[in-house]
């Protein structure tokens, strides 16, 4: 665990939600969940919002892979033309290619990313990828819920749900992106010595 770090009259305490065994250990158990709940046949695939939701798209596949299904194909969303709040960004946002290298129409398309917060990257997802084919349906899978929805979007699955406050934070940290592993909800609190 991190030292607490302090900014603005307040601490940061980092805690850590899942290891690197949990995390592998909820990749699976979501794989298990997606066959069961939406079949494992050629017509499934996986997009993952990058760029931490791409990452976890190709684990998944893998899992559905492992446990002797055929392995579903995988995508990948950049979602930064698509935010709501793009004007807002910096005058020179780093933008990366999409690539989905395959066809949506007719397909169960899994939408993968780390963490569901207000389902603003849901939606901007969404919008990006009715651009680009019409799937038979999509799916939302997510690493962590955190709550805290300003849209009215849920995960399909979630790996974890988590109460948090609004000032919370969650990291995931993932080896490929971050060469590191590990889940972390950093909580805002008091300051000892102000307030009761």
């Given amino acids: 665990m991190s030292k607490p770090h302090i900014a603005n009259n307040r601490t940061t305490d980092d805690v850590e939600i899942l290891d690197p065994a949990a995390i592998g250990a ?3 158990r979501l794989a298990e969940e997606i066959v069961a709940r939406f079949g494992a046949d050629g ?3 996986l997009v993952g919002v990058r760029r931490r939701g791409d990452e976890l798209a190709r684990r998944l596949a893998a899992a559905i892979e492992r446990a002797g299904h ?3 194909p995988c995508g990948a ?4 033309l698509y935010r709501d709040d793009f004007d807002s960004l ?7 290619q999409s690539d989905i290298p395959f066809a949506l129409e007719g397909r169960t398309v899994v939408l993968v990313d780390d963490v569901l917060y207000t389902g603003r990257t849901a939606r901007a997802a969404l919008d990006e990828l009715l651009d680009l084919g019409r799937p038979a349906r999509v799916v939302l899978v997510v690493l962590v819920d955190r709550g805290w929805r300003e849209l009215p ?3 399909d699955l979630a790996g974890r749900v988590l109460e948090t406050a609004r000032e919370d934070d969650i990291q995931v940290l993932l080896c490929e992106s971050d060469g590191r592993e590990t889940v972390l909800l950093r909580r805002r609190a008091e300051e000892e010595g102000e307030g009761s």
């Fill in 26 to 28: 909820t990749v699976t």
């Fill in 90 to 96: 910096t005058p020179e946002p780093i933008v990366a």
């Fill in 70 to 72: 055929v392995r579903p």
């Fill in 153 to 155: 979007i849920a995960a």
């Fill in 43 to 45: 017509s499934l695939c």
């Fill in 77 to 80: 969303l950049d979602i930064t």
